[in-house]
């Protein structure tokens, strides 16, 4: 008797656990809003900022339960002295699946952008 030997492993997310940028920028605003209103920019707090902002939005985003997503935190902190900033990535990209949600935080001594 031939076993059946379809395919049934999913490579594609169910459309009904699809990311849903809205949410996410959601909570990407949150936290950047609880971890950095009312600090001012230091370049030698810089980096842990980054370390842990990133940590705490993969967390909240692993609470999410989004099966078959892997997540990319890209965090970027900077002086704000009137200065332009040019920040690019690339990727290999589905559109049905892939998306993306940014926020940026910005106060009198603080930039910062979150993909």
């Known amino acids: 008797m031939p076993e059946d030997l379809s395919n049934s492993y999913n490579i594609r997310p169910n459309f009904k656990h699809k990311f849903r940028p809205a949410s996410v920028k959601a909570i990407i605003h949150d936290v950047l809003n609880e971890e950095l209103s009312g600090k001012k920019y230091s370049s030698e707090e810089a980096t842990a900022w980054c370390k842990h902002i990133s ?40 559109s049905d699946t892939d998306n993306y949600a940014q926020d940026i935080f910005m106060n009198v001594s603080t930039l910062l952008e979150l993909r």
């Open 55 to 94: 940590e705490t939005v993969k967390e909240k985003l692993k609470e999410l339960d989004l099966d078959r997503y892997k997540f990319i935190v890209q965090v970027v902190i900077g002086e704000q002295r009137g200065e332009g900033v040019k920040v690019a990535c690339r990727c290999l990209w589905d």
